[in-house]
């Protein structure tokens, strides 16, 4: 597998205060759109999960924010998958002002596999494929 493209993504107006940074609330929400993005390039589309009775709720949200993020930036999220086992995974996601290497955010997530009943699920011994599609890309140390 070639490695993972960055989510790319402008910022709107209506996610900004009066003084036009970013709302602390809209993190999590970029978070799990680089994350879709990130597993749609895995050929993981998360409907495609839950009709296979896949779930995977947040456990787990930790952000550090180092720069404000304001109307009209441009950012670039990298997110990789940093550990993993059979019932959760983790992520990391980096947030820059697109093209640059200035770091404007760092996050990292936790995930439960569950079942369709909320159940905890052994990923990699019910859908072996699944699982195998997420290890492919625990070992890469970066994304484009």
Do not use: C, W
């Amino acid at each position: 597998m070639n490695k993972l493209e960055p989510y790319i993504r402008v910022i709107n107006y209506y996610e900004t205060d009066q003084m036009h940074v970013v709302h602390h609330s809209n993190y999590a929400r970029y978070l799990e759109e680089a994350r879709l993005h990130m597993m749609d390039q895995l050929d993981l589309s998360y409907d495609e999960l839950e009709r296979m009775g896949i779930i995977i709720p947040v456990m787990e949200l930790h952000d550090y924010y180092i720069k404000s993020i304001t109307y009209g930036d441009i950012i670039e999220i990298r997110p990789l998958i940093i550990r993993l086992s059979p019932v959760r995974f983790s992520l990391k996601y980096d947030i820059f002002r697109s093209g640059t290497d200035e770091l404007l955010h760092h996050a990292e997530t936790t995930h439960a596999f569950l079942d369709s009943d909320f159940k905890p699920m052994n990923l990699k011994k019910k859908y072996p494929e699944v699982y195998q599609k997420f290890d492919e890309v625990l070992s890469y140390e970066e994304v484009l």
